[in-house]
């Protein structure tokens, strides 16, 4: 059962992650284009070919990502409105639900958990530990848990624009 950890590069351009084993090891870094119209990240393994390329659908009513892999769709990510944090994963047909107040979510295909992201609190910059119940299943959950921090990362900002 791997357990990633992923943190987030607080200086520098656009979004930035690294994303290590329990054992420190690298095994992806993600980054994000500076200029483009809704988040693109692209995720590369440790000898720097792209795995999975991310991009939101710039204008829609609910936050939306495609996930991408080998030029491929195989996922579209959907926030759901509602009190509760909840994604669905289409293509997958996954499941995300959160808690809102614990950043906790759990990823789940139908009723099996899949996994379960913990967003540390009180770091420097997004701090995420995933544990991933199957080897298969680690690259469409991390884009999963890059989709939950981008929409984190705008309702932060959409809030902090309203204050003032």
Not at 94 to 106: A, L, P, Q, S
Request: one cysteine or more; charged letters at 30%; aromatic letters at 14%.
């Amino acid at each position: 059962m791997p357990k990633l950890m992923m943190k987030q590069k607080v200086f520098s351009w656009g979004d930035q992650f690294s994303v290590k084993s329990e054992y420190d090891e690298e095994l992806y870094k993600v980054k994000g284009e500076v200029w483009s119209l809704g988040k693109k990240l692209h995720v590369y393994d440790n000898l720097d070919r792209e795995c999975i390329y991310i991009e939101q659908k710039a204008w829609s009513w609910k936050p939306r990502f495609f996930v991408y892999v080998n030029g491929e769709q195989v996922a579209e990510i959907v926030k759901e409105f509602g009190f509760k944090p909840r994604y669905s994963i289409n293509g997958l047909n996954w499941t995300v639900e959160g808690k809102f107040w614990e950043h906790d979510y759990r990823v789940l295909d139908g009723e099996r958990e899949l996994a379960n992201i913990h967003k540390a609190w009180m770091t420097w910059g997004d701090a995420y530990e995933i544990d991933i119940d199957r080897d298969e299943d680690t690259l469409p959950a991390l884009a999963v848990v890059l989709a939950i921090d981008c929409v984190n990362a705008q309702q932060a900002a959409a809030a902090a624009s309203a204050g003032d």
